[in-house]
């Protein structure tokens, strides 16, 4: 039982690249979510999801999009990615009947 | 709108005391609150949660905190520090009372960083 598991740890992008992070759950938790850390702050809500084909948006959604095919999976897309976009991004995921989450290692990023 | 308040950035607490890591919210509806503990370089790891019932809640690594609708805060506490409690704390919120698909907003404050001196 690996928990939640992120893919890249780290991840170098120049202005206007794109990626993928990729975020990997094995307890078979129906929701699933998507926050930015950036220092000195909180974490911030960018996208979740409640089910495989339901995803909705967080407080911060802009310049990302997600998908969720599967209950496994929930990828999220930088489109252009920009210099704002420089932070560390945590996947987490909790059960229908409970509320606290699970979180991920992280996926460091920096946009230069 | 719901929001966390931790209003110290910094504890530096002695090895064998006891700790206080303070945390005031404000929401429309039920709070359902949390205790989060990130050491470094990992994700955020769950310490305990207040949902309904007992004001005071147990969570791991001896650590308690105590729910307080009137001063509406739910400070983390713990009777004796150890050197490994030191780390960064995250106190969360979410409104109970909206419908589920919703209001999966969790409002996280902006962190304590809990030092324990030997």
């Known amino acids: 039982n690996a928990g939640v598991t992120q893919t890249p740890k780290f991840r170098i992008l120049k202005i206007g690249q794109s990626m993928t992070l990729q975020c990997t759950q094995d307890m078979n938790h129906n929701y699933m979510y998507w926050y930015r850390q950036d220092p000195g702050m909180g974490l911030k809500l960018i996208y979740y999801?409640?089910?495989?084909?339901?995803?909705d948006k967080g407080e911060v959604p802009n310049g990302y999009n997600v998908s969720r095919s599967t209950t496994e999976d929930f990828p999220l897309r930088l489109e252009l990615a920009a210099p704002s976009q420089t932070s560390v991004y945590f996947c987490?995921?909790?059960?229908?009947?409970?509320?606290?989450?699970?979180f991920g290692p992280g996926t460091r990023l920096t946009v230069t | 709108a719901q929001s966390v308040a931790q209003p110290e950035d910094q504890v530096n607490v002695a090895e064998g005391n006891p700790l206080t890591v303070k945390c005031t919210y404000s929401?429309?509806?039920?709070?359902?609150l949390f205790w989060y503990v990130q050491y470094p370089n990992r994700g955020l790891q769950f310490l305990l949660k207040?949902?309904?019932?007992?004001?005071l809640v147990k969570g791991s690594y001896g650590f308690e905190a105590e729910f307080n609708k009137s001063q509406t805060s739910f400070h983390l506490k713990k009777p004796s520090a150890l050197v490994s409690d030191s780390a960064l704390y995250f106190c969360a919120v979410r409104d109970g009372g909206a419908s589920n698909f919703g209001n999966e907003k969790l409002t996280f404050g902006t962190g304590t960083r809990l030092t324990i001196i030997p």
């Open positions: 999801s409640v089910g495989a084909g339901i995803t």
């Open positions: 207040y949902i309904t019932g007992d004001n």
């Open positions: 987490a995921s909790r059960p229908g009947l409970s509320y606290e989450q699970y």
């Open positions: 929401v429309s509806g039920n709070p359902y």
